[in-house]
């Protein structure tokens, strides 16, 4: 079974420029998530698909980030402008689904794309 | 609410000796807990996971974890460390009163010295 794809695997830019990665979850997951790990830290959650709404986007910075998952299947996340900050892994995952309280779902993750912003 | 905290950020252990990772919760409702490792330039790994059902959980590699709700810990053991090992390991807990999502703690690196 073919994991969480994730592209590119390494980015460099100059704030204020923009950037976007793509997502390709495990097939027939209908829960995505986009987390932010930043160096040294645990990841935190930015934003979290069912099939392609928004369940939580609460953490999202929505001035400089937008994420979508139009087909309910892969999902591009990007980030215009840039800032110092904003240099950290970025980490898709997924999961059969989220809802309900028997749900104890594992996330499969993919590898990651590193933004370097200078 | 909920929140997740690892006591220590690094942890040195020599191979053939215990490892003992620290992870503190706080939850308003029964958790979820999880224990996910992370090899240098990867995705998370799920090690093991507490779902209510026993207390002691195994996992994968040899690593278990014991869920102690009037300590509220869930803290991750394995009886001797290997080179392997050295990894980075993140707790992290969820319920239904914070919508099902997944909140991380801060990680520990474990080094394995020969």
Known sequence: EAGVAQSPRYKIIEKRQSVAFWCNPISGHATLYWYQQILGQGPKLLIQFQNNGVVDDSQLPKDRFSAERLKGVDSTLKIQPAKLEDSAVYLCASSLRTSGHSNTGELFFGEGSRLTVL | AQSVTQLGS???VSEGALVLLRCNYSSSVPPYLFWY?????????LLLKYTSAA?????????EAEFKKSETSFHLTKPSAHMSDAAEYFCAVKNLAAGNKLTFGGGTRVLVKP
């Open chain 2, 10 to 12: 690094h942890v040195s």
């Open chain 2, 55 to 63: 207390t002691l959980v195994k996992g994968i590699n040899g690593f």
């Open chain 2, 37 to 45: 490792v992370q090899y240098p330039n990867q995705g998370l790994q």
